[in-house]
């Protein structure tokens, strides 16, 4: 057999040498001196043959004689003689009707022989040979042949592959003999059975894309020795050299058959290996993707901070400039020996009155009381009267001292202590429990866990009410949804609650408003930030009315005449139609010609929608938003298996555990006061410079983010201060025991 090694000349003059002793031991293959059977010859070769022992002298050749030198008729010879009536081989020549009857005979009273009359190599002679050469890796060694019978000629194709420690080669044979090169090199080869279809011209190329030739595979390199072995009676040889052969389709689907299942292990091997590398790659620029995306939300979030810092900058500066200019106008005024406005007293009495109403910070009032107790000071200040529907009155009611009150917490002081009444309800939807959303309520107010995916806050608490009687209960339940209903613009308490309700629970927020410009920047305020809450930040998903929408679905519009400006916030955000319907005309006011308001204005407010529509429209809006089919939340839930009840039982008292744990650490908190607890031993503990270390850290490094950075370097700075654990103990003892002195 022919050695040829694929990286070099396709011609070699090596083979592998026997591993058994021929002819004896107990090998045995057809032999040229065998008979040949009638059935290997068709009519034309069987006539070509009589004539060529006719023409080399055997024309007297007794026909019985001729007869009995074919496999299998040496018993029957006389059976088939009858069929002819010629006596010799001459006669027989001459003959030619009695040439297809004679063959025909001969097939006829002879038994066609089994393909495994041709012989084989087999196993044992190619892994011997193999691992003497090239040397085995421990059991890489595959072997498939196949006997079977194309065209009436039999035929046997046997294929050999092992994988080596030294380079191998690929072998051809053909008949137990060398050729010169791959037989096969113009033959389509297709196998199917494989982890991927092969398909390649000759027998090389085959084993190239089985991944079964030495080379590189999975990133190293491997050695493979392979042999391919065809046995025929007849080789359907293109050249005398039989380098080259015309097989039928059903032969070299054989030949293909048999190689790829001697190549199928290194071929799945290699197709894995492929599959692998291309996941490697895929997740290789995934990750690209991520880190690209990363860096670019990162420093779009830095230039968010940036322009929350700037807009904060610009908020600070203003109301500087806004105090600068109260004071010297104050001045002025007093100067000029005028009465200072109410506006003006209020803003000097509301600092020391809430000291003095909260006894410095330690009890919490509502705006009413602080109303009361900032009255009699106020009543006994001298002001400027100041003229309300032609009629001047220096009487303090609450709703300018409201309006002052809100701008002094802007721009001025905080006044945390001081808790506003509730503006609207928060409705529980599988529990059933209302809770007014005002300051008090909510600050002591505990999130269910893991009941809810999100809030609705409704603008209209009467809307909710309404929705309660058609559905919006069992809607609510379906999408796991507490709901807020609000009364128009949510107070500070509503939008904290719904950033502590995103922040570290994950809720989706909502938001269901009117198609105005009102309910347009309803939704606008609860997401962004405000000079109250400058870092505020919220995602909101508003789910309309919008008051395209709402045309399209044929509501009835209402005009509305606006006295103040559209919210600048809601501008970019406008279309045409919505700009045009919400502007109306201009008007001059009579009485006051330097105000204006705005007439014809047009709106559609949620109302519109009819009592029975509402849960439908909703139900179709928070699908879309929670990315969930209507259809499919209210179907009918095929109730989930329950698990064992002492199951059951552990998380019940694991439930009530929880909350008596709760209502504990609340309990203690009433009369524990941590808060102080904790300042006090912070007061005590050390600060650390980190102006050094974090410079050399940013320094260092320029890749990764800075927040990063920053905890990389505090958390470092606290681990290697041996003492702060001591420290640390050792202060909250001292805090405790002052605190318990003063019981």
Same mark, same amino acid.
């Given at each position: 057999?022919?050695?040829?090694?694929?990286?070099?000349?396709?011609?070699?003059?090596?083979?592998?040498?026997?591993?058994?002793?021929?002819?004896?031991?107990?090998?045995?293959?057809?032999?040229?001196?065998?008979?040949?059977?009638?059935?290997?010859?068709?009519?034309?070769?069987?006539?070509?043959?009589?004539?060529?022992?006719?023409?080399?002298?055997?024309?007297?050749?007794?026909?019985?004689?001729?007869?009995?030198?074919?496999?299998?008729?040496?018993?029957?010879?006389?059976?088939?003689?009858?069929?002819?009536?010629?006596?010799?081989?001459?006669?027989?020549?001459?003959?030619?009707?009695?040439?297809?009857?004679?063959?025909?005979?001969?097939?006829?009273?002879?038994?066609?022989?089994?393909?495994? /009359?041709?012989?084989?190599?087999?196993?044992?002679?190619?892994?011997?040979?193999?691992?003497?050469?090239?040397?085995?890796?421990?059991?890489?060694?595959?072997?498939?042949?196949?006997?079977?019978?194309?065209?009436?000629?039999?035929?046997?194709?046997?294929?050999?592959?092992?994988?080596?420690?030294?380079?191998?080669?690929?072998?051809?044979?053909?008949?137990?003999?060398?050729?010169?090169?791959?037989?096969?090199?113009?033959?389509?080869?297709?196998?199917?059975?494989?982890?991927?279809?092969?398909?390649?011209?000759?027998?090389?190329?085959?084993?190239?894309?089985?991944?079964?030739?030495?080379?590189?595979?999975?990133?190293?390199?491997?050695?493979?020795?392979?042999?391919?072995?065809?046995?025929?009676?007849?080789?359907?040889?293109?050249?005398?050299?039989?380098?080259?052969?015309?097989?039928?389709?059903?032969?070299?689907?054989?030949?293909?058959?048999?190689?790829?299942?001697?190549?199928?292990?290194?071929?799945?091997?290699?197709?894995?290996?492929?599959?692998?590398?291309?996941?490697?790659?895929?997740?290789?620029?995934?990750?690209?993707?991520?880190?690209?995306?990363?860096?670019?939300?990162?420093?779009?979030?830095?230039?968010?901070?940036?322009?929350?810092?700037?807009?904060?900058?610009?908020?600070?500066?203003?109301?500087?400039?806004?105090?600068?200019?109260?004071?010297?106008?104050?001045?002025?005024?007093?100067?000029?020996?005028?009465?200072?406005?109410?506006?003006?007293?209020?803003?000097?009495?509301?600092?020391?009155?809430?000291?003095?109403?909260?006894?410095?910070?330690?009890?919490? /009032?509502?705006?009413?009381?602080?109303?009361?107790?900032?009255?009699?000071?106020?009543?006994?200040?001298?002001?400027?009267?100041?003229?309300?529907?032609?009629?001047?009155?220096?009487?303090?009611?609450?709703?300018?001292?409201?309006?002052?009150?809100?701008?002094?917490?802007?721009?001025?002081?905080?006044?945390?202590?001081?808790?506003?009444?509730?503006?609207?309800?928060?409705?529980?939807?599988?529990?059933?429990?209302?809770?007014?959303?005002?300051?008090?309520?909510?600050?002591?107010?505990?999130?269910?866990?893991?009941?809810?995916?999100?809030?609705?806050?409704?603008?209209?608490?009467?809307?909710? *009410?309404?929705?309660?009687?058609?559905?919006?209960?069992?809607?609510?339940?379906?999408?796991?949804?507490?709901?807020?209903?609000?009364?128009?613009?949510?107070?500070?308490?509503?939008?904290?609650?719904?950033?502590?309700?995103?922040?570290?629970?994950?809720?989706?927020?909502?938001?269901?408003?009117?198609?105005?410009?009102?309910?347009?920047?309803?939704?606008?305020?609860?997401?962004?930030?405000?000079?109250?809450?400058?870092?505020?930040?919220?995602?909101?998903?508003?789910?309309?009315?919008?008051?395209?929408?709402?045309?399209?679905?044929?509501?009835?519009?209402?005009?509305?005449?606006?006295?103040?400006?559209?919210?600048?916030?809601?501008?970019?955000?406008?279309?045409?139609?919505?700009?045009?319907?919400?502007?109306?005309?201009?008007?001059?006011? *009579?009485?006051?010609?330097?105000?204006?308001?705005?007439?014809?204005?047009?709106?559609?407010?949620?109302?519109? /929608?009819?009592?029975?529509?509402?849960?439908?429209?909703?139900?179709?809006?928070?699908?879309?938003?929670?990315?969930?089919?209507?259809?499919?939340?209210?179907?009918?839930?095929?109730?989930?298996?329950?698990?064992?009840?002492?199951?059951?039982?552990?998380?019940?008292?694991?439930?009530?555990?929880?909350?008596?744990?709760?209502?504990?650490?609340?309990?203690?908190?009433?009369?524990?006061?941590?808060?102080?607890?904790?300042?006090?031993?912070?007061?005590?503990?050390?600060?650390?410079?980190?102006?050094?270390?974090?410079?050399?850290?940013?320094?260092?490094?320029?890749?990764?983010?800075?927040?990063?950075?920053?905890?990389?370097?505090?958390?470092?700075?606290?681990?290697?201060?041996?003492?702060?654990?001591?420290?640390?103990?050792?202060?909250?003892?001292?805090?405790?025991?002052?605190?318990?002195?003063?019981?």
């Amino acid at each position: 057999m022919t050695r040829l090694n694929p990286a070099e000349s396709p011609i070699s003059d090596l083979s592998l040498p026997p591993t058994v002793a021929f002819p004896g031991d107990r090998w045995r293959k057809f032999l040229p001196t065998d008979p040949t059977p009638a059935h290997w010859y068709r009519p034309d070769e069987f006539a070509r043959l009589v004539h060529l022992k006719a023409e080399q002298g055997y024309a007297a050749q007794p026909l019985a004689d001729f007869i009995q030198e074919f496999k299998g008729l040496s018993r029957v010879w006389r059976k088939v003689r009858q069929a002819v009536p010629v006596e010799t081989v001459g006669q027989l020549a001459e003959a030619p009707l009695a040439i297809s009857a004679l063959h025909e005979a001969m097939r006829t009273h002879a038994p066609a022989p089994q393909p495994e /009359i041709l012989g084989r190599v087999g196993p044992d002679h190619f892994r011997q040979r193999f691992d003497a050469a090239f040397q085995i890796v421990g059991h890489r060694f595959w072997y498939k042949h196949q006997w079977a019978v194309a065209d009436g000629m039999p035929f046997l194709i046997e294929a050999a592959l092992a994988e080596t420690r030294h380079p191998g080669d690929v072998f051809y044979g053909l008949n137990y003999s060398v050729p010169f090169t791959d037989p096969l090199s113009t033959t389509r080869l297709v196998y199917d059975g494989g982890p991927e279809p092969l398909e390649s011209r000759g027998l090389l190329g085959f084993l190239r894309e089985a991944g079964a030739l030495s080379g590189a595979r999975y990133g190293k390199p491997i050695h493979t020795a392979a042999a391919v072995h065809l046995v025929m009676p007849l080789l359907p040889a293109l050249d005398r050299g039989k380098s080259r052969l015309a097989l039928s389709e059903a032969l070299a689907a054989a030949i293909a058959e048999t190689v790829g299942h001697t190549t199928k292990t290194l071929h799945k091997e290699i197709v894995d290996w492929r599959k692998h590398q291309a996941q490697r790659e895929r997740q290789a620029r995934q990750q690209a993707i991520r880190i690209v995306t990363e860096r670019e939300k990162e420093r779009e979030r830095q230039e968010q901070l940036l322009e929350a810092r700037r807009e904060r900058e610009e908020r600070d500066q203003r109301r500087e400039q806004r105090r600068w200019e109260r004071e010297a106008q104050q001045q002025r005024r007093q100067a000029r020996g005028e009465l200072p406005t109410m506006r003006e007293v209020l803003f000097e009495l509301f600092l020391p009155t809430y000291r003095d109403s909260t006894e410095n910070e330690v009890i919490r /009032i509502s705006q009413r009381d602080f109303f009361y107790d900032i009255r009699p000071r106020f009543n006994r200040r001298a002001v400027r009267p100041s003229k309300k529907d032609g009629v001047e009155s220096t009487a303090l009611d609450f709703g300018y001292f409201a309006r002052c009150l809100s701008d002094f917490r802007k721009e001025v002081h905080p006044l945390p202590m001081i808790d506003y009444k509730a503006r609207g309800t928060l409705f529980e939807s599988h529990s059933g429990r209302e809770i007014p959303m005002g300051d008090r309520e909510l600050r002591d107010y505990r999130f269910p866990h893991h009941e809810y995916a999100g809030i609705l806050y409704v603008e209209k608490e009467g809307i909710w *009410q309404t929705l309660k009687d058609t559905g919006g209960i069992d809607l609510m339940r379906r999408y796991d949804l507490l709901v807020a209903a609000g009364e128009g613009y949510s107070n500070e308490a509503i939008r904290k609650f719904l950033a502590l309700a995103q922040t570290e629970y994950g809720y989706k927020v909502m938001v269901w408003h009117d198609a105005d410009p009102y309910g347009y920047n309803i939704a606008r305020t609860l997401a962004e930030p405000t000079e109250r809450l400058p870092d505020h930040h919220l995602e909101v998903i508003d789910i309309g009315l919008g008051l395209e929408e709402g045309l399209g679905l044929g509501l009835q519009t209402e005009t509305f005449t606006r006295k103040k400006a559209m919210p600048e916030g809601i501008l970019p955000a406008l279309t045409d139609r919505e700009l045009e319907l919400f502007t109306g005309e201009r008007w001059r006011i *009579q009485r006051n010609p330097d105000r204006y308001e705005w007439r014809n204005c047009q709106r559609i407010e949620i109302n519109a /929608i009819k009592v029975r529509d509402r849960p439908a429209y909703l139900e179709r809006k928070i699908g879309e938003a929670l990315q969930r089919r209507p259809d499919i939340a209210a179907a009918p839930q095929q109730p989930p298996t329950r698990p064992p009840l002492g199951e059951m039982v552990e998380l019940a008292q694991a439930l009530i555990q929880r909350s008596l744990r709760d209502h504990a650490r609340a309990a203690i908190e009433e009369r524990i006061k941590l808060q102080e607890i904790e300042a006090a031993a912070l007061a005590t503990l050390p600060r650390y410079d980190l102006t050094d270390d974090l410079q050399a850290a940013l320094d260092v490094d320029l890749q990764t983010p800075w927040r990063e950075i920053v905890k990389r370097t505090a958390a470092e700075r606290l681990r290697i201060d041996e003492s702060l654990p001591g420290a640390i103990e050792q202060a909250i003892e001292e805090a405790i025991r002052n605190t318990l002195r003063s019981f």
